[in-house]
Every structure is written in C-alpha cells, then in structure tokens.
C-alpha cells in the first residue's frame, strides 16, 4: 500500500509539471507589456551590456574597462543633454559621422532600430540631465 506521503509527493509533482508547461515563454510580456517605457528600458539595458559596458562603464560614466585605451574617452552618458534623437543616430552611425570620437562604432548593421531605440530609452533613464 502507498503512503501517504509518497502519495502526495507524487502529486504535487504532477502538479508542477503541468505549472511549467503553461508557463509563457516570454514571461518579460506577462511582467511588463511589451511597449511599455519600463520594458524598452529593461531590454535597453540587456543591450547597454552586452554592447556598450566595456567603454561606458556599468554606469555609463565613461569609466570601462577599455577606456583608458581611447582619447578622447567614451562620453559620461549620465550627464548627456542631447536629445533621444542624436543619440540613437550615434548609437546607429557612429562617433565620427556624429563629429564626434571615432572610436565609437556604428552599431547599425549589429542592432535592429527596436534594439537602438531600446538602449536610447536607457541612456536617457541614467541621465541626471532629462
């Protein structure tokens, strides 16, 4: 005879099983709509880390890892007053088509323009400057 509580251990297995079956695979658009500003800053931030950290720093300070090996150095983006427009062409262009350091790489063949407006609307959620 089974017990009790092998009993209730195998359903509370089943049980689970099921849960992890129906959960959504994209759990970000149960949390947080899709095009909502709080969703393109959280996936702006996945960009911002993948792509820009190594210069800009884990704050966007102009203080990464790489930036002492520039001049001039990457821009402080917490205190950028440019508007979201410029920074997604810089984003997109490039430092030099901005007039700006070469040194900064377009990243507009690497990014969708879902992806450039997405690491703006971060950017723009670090500036002390909005």
């Known amino acids: ?3 009790r509580t ?8 089943t049980s689970c099983a099921g849960i992890a079956q129906t959960a959504p695979s994209d759990p970000q658009g149960v ?6 500003k709080d969703a393109a800053i ?4 996945l960009v911002f880390a993948n792509y820009c950290v190594t210069c800009h720093g884990m704050n966007a300070d102009g203080n990464g890892r790489a930036a002492k090996l520039y001049n001039p150095r990457p821009a402080n983006l917490r205190t950028t ?11 997109k262009k490039g430092g030099e088509f901005m007039g700006r350091s070469p040194k900064m790489p377009p990243w507009g063949e690497e990014l969708t323009d879902e992806q450039i407006h997405d690491v703006t609307s971060y950017v723009r959620s ?5």
């Open 42 to 45: 959280f996936r702006g931030g």
């Open 1 to 3: 005879m089974i017990s």
């Open 6 to 13: 092998a009993l209730s251990l195998v359903f509370c297995i």
């Open 31 to 36: 949390l947080l709509p899709r095009d909502s």
């Open 81 to 91: 007053d440019k508007p979201d427009a410029y920074i997604s062409m810089i984003v």
């Open 126 to 130: 670090l500036s002390t400057k909005q």
